[in-house]
């Protein structure tokens, strides 16, 4: 497999980046809306991501996964811009360099992180929290003097429905099921209205009915938005997979269908050999 | 629609704002109306503390707002108070004139006793209402903007903002004990005349000062209100849990954090403005770090972050006070101590929360009652 099949239109220039929101539509003509090339991160000389390539396509849902130590978390960081890597290019569409960006221009700008522990508000109702996440005007002035727009709280319907939360709208999030939490912090992810979703370990710590309807959720984003899912669970990485990347020391070590990457004997020995 | 976002939901603060209004009516009529033989008749003096009460309420109204809503502990709004107080105390030095003991057109006595000769600049101006109403705004409002700023920025927080504003107060009340600051040094601002032009011992003045005191309240009531049902209000409230999630939403946690210090700051400073035309009096004393912990205690006892239950807590206790210190005028602080315990340990949400749970407990045996 060739890892720079969708390598990028080089002749591009690179946009200089002003508006957080980036002013002016994302080019995904090539397919990918995101490309991490050649990306290496140390620390203190010990390589976490090491040369890592990884093309994600417009709308497609990539489950990621890999042994403990990996590099998967520190692979979101990269993307996130929580931590600048050593060398390597990262960019979204094929004009914005998320490497000159800072974590909040980059969550601005349609890239949301929903992080393995659930830290909604918990003072607030569902429909509070989810209207704190909303996009636009969050200066103090205005938050005080204006109410939702008709189109923010249909945006707001829409993805109480999505997340499956419509009943609990007035439920104090502090006394939602683990479960519930999780698909609220992704309702609120989706209040921006993100492009790309990077979600770490939604199901751990969930029954297998919350699991179930995780993977029912998070099949049903694809294709509105581009969804990445690192998880250790392996039969729910099966149930909604269509592409699975395997990382190990910080590189990708296989990549394809669920039953291709089973059956790499690479994998199979870095599994094993655990 | 407004009104209905800012009352549905908000039983008690209805029952609390209730109660004020049918004072405000009542009492006005039992003091005038009704003779001074019948039993019914409210005294002057009654009306005056009622009053004061009325102005203990707001000041516990505006710390509720930053420490129940936005989790900011101030010991030092008696400060906003004081100096509300002292821009009020000005103005009414000033409606003096003449009339003082020395006899000065312009100076207050004090100023005339230790021989000054001119008014100094910041005295021009409050002998018109409107400038000092402008000044009991804007001075405690500055200096919190200034102070908020300092701190927020630096993001001062918890324990250690309520350090600072503890000797924020300690240090205005040093300043204001000095003769050469031209407050009156530790003897303050008294001995007033009128307000308005109307004799600010009459009656009926104390009436229209016991009314614009209720009616303060009730507006700063829906004011706050208005401010926590907003969506600002709301996020507020996630400062106050998380606060550092907050900011990572995209939300300007300091410039939230500091308008709302400012708005309570004013709050608190109407408040004092309100209190000395009734009392008669302001020294430096109102600016004792004590008085700051006090206006805690009485938030804390009436419940914290309801808004209505600072209300409540002001009133008990400082009617408790009121009774309290007839008979052991010294000991106060020992109850007062006793309370704060008391209220820590078990009424970790005041009065109000122990009628809320009395309620729940009530609707909770309603239910298993019916089959
Ligand atoms: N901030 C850091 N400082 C030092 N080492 C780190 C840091 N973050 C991650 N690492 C190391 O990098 C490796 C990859 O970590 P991580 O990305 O969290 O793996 P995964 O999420 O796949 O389990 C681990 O060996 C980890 O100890
Ligand atoms: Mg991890």
């Known amino acids: 497999m060739n890892p720079f099949k969708h390598a ?3 002749s591009t220039k690179a946009l200089p980046v002003k508006d957080p929101n980036f002013g002016h539509p994302l080019d995904t003509s090539h397919g990918p809306i995101l490309y991490v090339e050649d990306v290496s991160v140390s620390f203190d000389g010990f390589k976490a991501l090491n040369n890592l390539n990884l093309y994600i396509d417009e709308g497609e849902l990539r489950c990621i996964i890999g042994p403990n130590g990996a590099g998967k978390t520190t692979m979101m960081d990269v993307i996130t811009g929580k931590t600048k890597p050593d060398s390597g290019s990262i960019y979204f569409g094929q004009q914005i360099n998320l490497r000159e960006l800072s974590e909040h221009q980059i969550a601005r700008g349609g890239i949301g992180r929903k992080f393995q ?18 996009a636009g005007n969050k200066k103090f002035w205005f938050t005080l003097t ?46 921006q209205s993100p492009r790309v979703l990077l979600v770490d370990e939604p199901v751990a710590g969930m029954t297998g009915e919350e699991t179930e309807r995780t993977a029912e959720l998070l099949t049903s984003l694809a294709g509105k938005h581009s969804v990445i899912v690192v998880e250790h669970d392996m039969a729910f990485v099966r149930s909604i997979a269509r592409k699975v990347t395997v990382l190990h020391q910080g590189s990708v070590l296989a990549e394809g269908s669920m039953d291709q990457v089973q059956s790499d004997p690479k994998v199979i020995e870095v599994y094993l050999g655990e | 629609m407004l009104t209905q976002r800012l009352l549905t939901s908000d039983k008690g603060g209805m029952l609390v704002l209730g109660l004020i209004a049918l004072t405000c009516i009542v009492v006005p009529i039992l003091n005038l109306a009704v003779p001074e ?4 008749h409210v005294s002057t003096f009654a009306v005056t503390l009622l009053g004061k009460f009325l102005c203990y309420a707001l000041l516990a109204l505006a710390l509720d707002l930053i420490w129940g809503y936005a989790g900011i502990l101030s010991l030092g709004h008696g400060a906003f108070f004081a100096l509300g107080g002292y821009a009020m105390g000005m103005y009414l030095m000033r409606q003096i004139g003449d009339r003082g003991k020395y006899g000065d057109p312009l100076l207050p006595d004090f100023m005339v006793f230790l021989n000054w000769q001119d008014l100094p600049w910041y005295w021009h101006g409050f002998d018109m209402f409107w400038f000092a109403a402008l000044m ?22 918890g324990v250690y903002f309520a350090i600072i504003t503890q000797a924020l107060t300690y240090a205005l009340m ?22 308005l032009d ?35 209000g709301k996020v507020i409230v996630s400062i106050r849990d998380a606060e550092s999630r907050t900011r990572f939403s995209g939300y300007q946690v300091e410039s939230y954090k500091l308008w709302l210090f400012v708005f309570s700051a004013v709050l608190a400073g109407i408040a004092g403005a309100l ?37 409540v807590g002001a009133f008990s206790v400082n009617y408790g006070k009121t009774v309290f210190t007839t008979f052991y005028p010294e000991a106060w602080l020992f109850p007062l101590g006793l309370l704060f315990v008391l209220v820590t340990l078990v009424l970790p949400k005041g009065l109000v929360g122990l009628i809320g749970r009395f309620k729940k407990n009530k609707s909770a045996t309603n239910k298993e009652e019916q089959p």
């Open chain 2, 174 to 195: 040093l300043a204001f004990f000095r003769n050469e600051m031209g407050f009156g040094g530790n003897n303050g601002l008294t001995d007033f005349k009128d307000i």
């Open chain 2, 198 to 232: 109307f004799s600010i011992t009459a009656d009926s003045t104390r009436i229209g000062l016991f009314l614009a005191s209720g009616i303060a309240l009730m507006l700063a009531y829906l004011a706050c209100r208005y401010i926590v049902t907003s969506r600002a």
């Open chain 1, 146 to 191: 204006r109410e939702l727009t008709g189109e923010q709280r249909d945006r707001l319907d829409e993805v109480l429905y999505t997340i499956g939360l419509t009943q609990s709208r007035f439920n104090s999030a502090g006394n939602l099921s683990h479960g519930q939490k999780q698909w609220l912090e992704i309702g609120m992810l989706l209040m």
């Open chain 2, 275 to 311: 209190y000395v035309p009734q009392v008669g009096i302001i020294n430096p004393g109102e600016f004792s770090p004590l008085n700051s912990i006090e206006l805690v205690v009485w938030v804390a006892t009436g419940g914290r972050g309801t808004l209505y239950g600072a209300i």
């Open chain 2, 37 to 40: 033989s019948s039993p019914f």
């Open chain 1, 117 to 134: 522990k659930p830290t909604v508000f918990e003072a607030l109702s569902v429909y509070e929290n989810l209207e704190l996440a909303t």
């Open chain 2, 136 to 157: 009991i705004i804007l001075v405690p409002g500055i200096l919190a903007w200034v102070f908020g700023w300092l701190a927020f920025r630096s993001r001062v927080t």
């Open chain 1, 8 to 10: 990028r239109n080089w």
